[in-house]
């Protein structure tokens, strides 16, 4: 049998984006299962949420929204640290980079490195890599909660934390005059959850408790469709708790019982795959899931750094 290629870097086929209106100067760009991004209009003034991997790609997100606005970004709101969210952000010439203090923690201490992952492993997403002139640092970084008025009758745009969960610092965009929720990858709507990073226990209990009580009526996810209806909402939020909790109790079950990670990663796949492994990213993220929650069975609360080098040794070890 051939060797599965590595992560996504067989994935080089172009997504279609869908450029979707949430409610009046709320806006939304998916494709396919691709990383998310988002921007809310102030009064004079935009809001943008994700950066894109490079500043080409960037501008390609720009352009579509300079169709329909051309005031200034005075904020880029990062949910948290991947590359693939960040290195972009100097496309969008904005006032201040915004992120929580455990983003700008981890962004100094393994920024350079999750670079190196991520291009190795979704090379396509990294257009130009050239044109990216270095790590994204947060120029405005807070603990619990920043709200930005809007203006006018806008409401305000609320940036919250939720506790750990994909990462230590993941925050969440939340617009209550419209009901509108941006949860960056603390919520996948139909595509596999990255756990590498994560703290599991956490984020299936308190994290997406305090994100489902929130109450939104429409939720951006950090990739797939967004969710459009409180329905919805909830089962965008159901099927990640669910994702969630399936890889506990099967790597949880193995490591109790002595087992190895290998085969920790082949539960897993059994109990997951019949319903997420068509979804987008499936294959690419489980065996760095599998590491990432063996690893806290075994009492190591905080991530290991994921190099190009490692990725790939824990990628030929759950093959």
């Not at 009580?213 to 159901?238: F, K, S, T, Y």
Request: hydrophobic share 45%; with cysteine; proline share 5%.
């Amino acid at each position: 049998m051939a060797a599965k290629p590595f992560a996504s870097s067989a994935d080089l086929a172009p997504k279609d984006e869908v450029f979707i209106e949430l409610a009046e100067g709320v806006y939304a760009l998916t494709a396919e299962g691709d990383p998310n991004v988002a921007a809310v209009e102030g009064e004079d003034f935009l809001v943008c949420i994700e950066a894109r991997a490079t500043p080409v790609a960037a501008r390609r997100w720009l352009g579509l929204l300079r169709e329909r606005t051309d005031k200034p970004v005075r904020y880029l709101v990062l949910s948290h640290y991947h590359a693939v969210r960040t290195l972009g952000a100097s496309a969008f010439g904005a006032d201040e980079i915004v992120a929580h203090e455990l983003t700008r923690t981890l962004i100094a201490e393994r920024g350079e490195q999750d670079w190196a992952s991520e291009y190795g492993r979704m090379p396509r997403l990294f257009e130009e890599p050239a044109s990216i002139p270095g790590l994204t640092w947060p120029t405005l970084t807070f603990s619990d909660r920043l709200t930005i008025p809007l203006g006018g009758d806008r409401g305000d745009l609320e940036l919250r934390y939720c506790g750990r969960g994909h990462t230590a610092g993941d925050i969440v965009a939340w617009l209550p005059h419209q009901r509108i929720l941006f949860a960056g990858d603390l919520v996948e709507s139909q595509a596999a959850l990255y756990t590498g990073d994560a703290f599991h226990d956490e984020w299936a209990t308190s994290t997406l408790d305090n994100v489902g009580a929130l109450g939104a009526e429409q939720l951006v996810g950090g990739r797939g469709a967004v969710a459009r209806d409180r329905a919805e909402v909830a089962a965008a939020i159901a099927q990640s708790r669910h994702f969630l909790d399936e890889l506990r109790r099967t790597v949880g079950s193995v490591h109790v019982g002595g087992g190895t990670v290998a085969q920790a990663f082949e539960a897993a796949h059994r109990a997951l795959a019949p319903r997420y492994g068509r979804w987008p990213i499936f294959e690419h993220c489980l065996p760095f899931d599998v590491q990432r929650y063996w690893d806290e069975c075994s009492g190591l609360d905080w991530p290991r750094v994921w190099t190009a080098e490692r990725d790939r040794e824990v990628w030929a070890a759950l093959q």
